[in-house]
């Protein structure tokens, strides 16, 4: 007989389902089904139970092919690495619950480095525009009980986020929205005819590109001020019509995904965006939510901001806070050659960065700590597997609206594998004593200049 | 007025953050208290003698001191960075953050900066001889004041997001900037004389933008008023007068909404006209491309 686990939350995207029931082998090491998750969510589950997984730490030798070590040994080269380096980079804690991320930051602080998330690839414009002005927000529960006109701009949930529209946005039926869809008018924006687009009532195909010219459009029109005829592509008459939806709504709501994010423009599109909303404000209640990726990277931001008071990108080489994405987030500071070793944690930039970032991480002493193989573990000086979150191991996780989560422990891990808190407590633990071995005033690197 | 001059030995390996060498910075000390000067890589600190060859000596106060920095800064960060007064001159390129937060005196950078020069600018001169990177005369991170006061002239062409947040002061482009100038501009001038990319002027409150070349898209909250003739540099020139961003708030005087400013010269082809021809042009290209018939029949 195998035992179920209820409520458990799902270790994949922003939505950070928590209604997930997962069956498991009796003796508790193994996943057998998933219900209620959506395919890519269930895969994950099912993926713990792979065959081929990686669970001891693997060193890269010299001729390219990889040993494998200890997990002694891999917190030896880890703490070694950091306590060598000038300015170390910590990329990554998107994948990972908010206690290990706390971890790493106290590692940060030890040998003066710099923590980046996921965010710097995806949604750390937001990040920027909510600093710049703010962000009237609110909760996925309130939207699935009061929303009654839901637009999504640069976003394709219907593929990214597979249950937001059935769990959230369009289809439940809530407290206030008692007809579910068909009470709610659905405005989607995206240069492509997407999946989602194709469910709208209004659909808006603009030109790639132009979507802060749109949004400046959108702002024009909720102010009554006339417009050029065509504005991204889209004819005036359009764009009054959206906006009259908007006005008439009771409670509307903007989501926002990469296709704003990462779209020329950047941060300023979504400082737009927010704009439209505070606009919005004058006429009817309104909130934007981003749409975030990864579980948890909504998580580092936070643990981040409570401990520093920066959401990502954040550099403690000088012994104190400093942000400037442009300067201190990951792809600069390795395109520029600005940091001599990197860690990289639960995620992957060997899929996701471009090839001169991915050239740098393989040339500096390099440390990928994620569950699996992946292209970034392909170019690390040593990988280290741990046991995957949320799934072998709970923690606090943020929900895409910064909604704390606490994660359930399905499984066990693999016979002997760590977690990555363990592990990372354990280099901060080393660090410390490598530290405390070092005389006083001996500089770690022997940097020969002016002789 | 006396004249400190400092020489890079090598390269940092990293990059190397020096805040220190201002004419504030060195302003009345000796040659061994400059060369013990805190210079930073990374977590390390090391004296500023262990990079720079030091020469001659500064004034007693900052006014009174004129710094060259010569040598390959390429790798130099905050050069001249808060600096009150006296003079600067920067030999070669430098990194970023050139004259950011700069109050006062002259700034001269021989070569391209990398992004970030002038932010928070209040007064002086920067004179950027080549490129500037993104964020010239922009506010820093979170930051709403931005450029206050002073003047940046940059020779060559700017990068994205120039006068973010701009509140007063001028910036002068002889060449080219990319996109976002003046994004949330509350006030100050900037001219660009060679061309623009879209979002010119984009959520402008107040201000002026003078164009004298082209913008391939206008933002949509700009209407034409009238032409005007504009004088820059002694010539007087016509030019088509915009204001805007219309989506934006805007004060009242005397019950009219005081907009921001957008100048763009006459001369210049119609922007709308060219942006129709180069898409056309891309999308036969595009079809050309992707001539089998498979491919064009699913397109
Ligand atoms: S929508 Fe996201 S969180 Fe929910 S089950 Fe699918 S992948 Fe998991």
């Known amino acids: 007989m195998a035992k179920t686990v209820t409520d458990v939350t799902c270790p994949f995207c922003g939505s950070l389902c928590d209604d997930i029931e997962v069956q498991v082998s009796d003796d508790g090491t193994k996943v057998l089904e998933v219900f209620n998750a959506c395919a890519i969510g269930a895969a994950k589950f099912l993926h713990t139970a792979a065959k081929d997984r990686v669970t001891r730490p693997r060193m890269r030798q010299e001729d390219g092919s990889y040993k494998e070590v200890s997990y002694d040994e891999a917190i030896e080269y880890t703490a070694h690495m950091f306590v060598n380096s000038k300015k170390p980079l910590m990329y990554g804690w998107s994948n990972t619950n908010c206690e290990a991320q706390s971890v ?93 687009m194709k469910l709208a009532d209004v659909p808006l195909q603009l030109e790639q590109g132009r979507d802060y010219e749109l949004l ?29 939806v908007m006005k008439n709504g009771r409670f509307g709501v903007i989501f926002f995904g990469m296709g704003v994010t990462q779209s020329l423009g950047k941060n300023h599109n979504i400082d737009n965006a927010i704009m439209v909303t505070k606009d919005m404000n004058e006429y009817t209640k309104f909130a ?134 363990e592990f990372l407590t354990r280099v901060r633990d080393r660090i410390a004593e490598l530290k405390a071995q070092a005389p006083a005033g001996v500089r770690a690197s022997a940097e020969a200049v002016g002789a | 007025m006396e004249t400190v001059t400092l020489t890079i030995k090598k390269a940092p390996t990293l990059y190397l953050e020096a805040e220190i060498i201002s004419p504030d910075g060195l302003a009345g000390k000796t040659a061994d208290q400059i060369r013990a000067l805190p210079v930073h890589m990374g977590n390390e600190e090391f004296t500023l003698g262990e990079f720079f060859d030091l020469a001659g000596a500064p004034g007693a106060t900052a006014e ?29 390129d430098a990194d970023m953050y050139v004259g950011a937060w700069m109050s006062g005196g002259t700034l001269t950078a021989k070569g391209n900066v990398d992004s970030f020069a002038g932010i928070g600018m209040k007064g002086g001169l920067l004179e950027i001889n080549g490129n500037a990177g993104n964020y010239t005369g922009s506010a820093y991170r979170g930051d709403w004041r931005g450029m206050q006061g002073g003047k940046i002239h940059v020779k060559g062409n700017v990068r994205s997001d120039t006068g973010y947040f701009m509140n007063g002061g001028e910036i002068v482009i002889d060449g080219d900037a990319d996109v976002h100038v003046g994004t949330h501009a509350e006030g100050g001038k900037i001219v660009i004389k060679g061309n623009a990319k879209s979002r010119l002027g984009g959520q402008m409150v107040e201000g002026t933008i003078i164009l004298l070349g082209t913008v391939d898209v ?45 100048y763009i010269r006459k001369a210049a082809p119609a922007a709308a006209e060219s942006r129709e021809v180069r898409l056309a042009r891309a999308r036969e290209a595009r079809k050309a491309r992707f001539a089998s018939p498979e491919e064009t029949a699913s397109a």
């Open chain 1, 104 to 196: 790493g930051h106290e590692i940060a602080e030890a040998t003066g480095g710099i923590v980046d998330n996921t965010a710097t690839v995806c949604h750390g414009p937001s990040l920027i525009a909510i600093q710049d002005v703010g962000i009237p927000s609110c909760t996925l529960g309130e939207i699935k009980n009061r929303a009654d006109v839901v637009l999504f701009w640069g976003c394709n949930p219907a593929h990214a986020h597979p249950r937001h529209l059935s769990k959230y946005s369009i289809f439940p039926r809530g407290f206030f929205t008692g007809k579910g869809h068909k009470g709610r008018k659905m405005i989607v924006v995206d240069p492509r005819n997407t999946d989602t």
């Open chain 2, 218 to 262: 206008m933002m949509p909250g700009f209407k034409y008023v009238r032409d005007e003739e504009v004088d820059v540099d002694g010539k007087n020139m016509l030019m088509s007068l915009y204001v805007g961003d219309l989506g934006e708030r805007h004060r009242k005087r005397k019950g009219e909404p005081i907009y921001g400013k957008l």
């Open chain 2, 64 to 92: 009174e001191t004129k710094v060259v920095v010569t040598g390959d800064l390429s790798r130099v960060k905050y050069l001249g960075m808060k600096m009150s007064g006296g003079e600067m001159v920067i030999e070669s």
């Open chain 1, 288 to 421: 934007i939510i981003a749409m975030r990726g990864h579980y948890n990277v909504t998580g580092s931001g936070q643990v981040m901001g409570w401990q520093w008071g920066f959401p990502f990108a954040t550099d403690l080489s000088r012994g104190f806070a400093r942000y400037n994405p442009g300067e201190t987030t990951s792809n600069d500071l390795l395109r520029r050659r600005e940091v001599d070793a990197i860690m990289v944690f639960a995620s992957d930039p060997g899929s996701h960065f471009p090839i001169s970032s991915v050239r740098e991480i393989a040339k500096i002493p390099s440390v990928a700590v994620v569950p699996d193989i992946n292209p970034t573990t392909e170019i690390s000086k040593l990988h280290v597997p741990v046991a995957v979150n949320a799934i072998e191991t709970g923690g606090c996780c943020y929900r895409m609206d910064n909604v704390p989560i606490d994660a359930r422990k399905v499984v066990e891990p693999p016979e002997g594998m760590l977690t990555d808190l």
């Open chain 1, 216 to 244: 400046s459009a959108f702002r024009v029109a909720i102010r009554g001020e006339e417009l050029p005829e065509k504005v991204a592509g889209i004819p005036r008459e359009k764009i009054y019509e959206a906006v009259e």
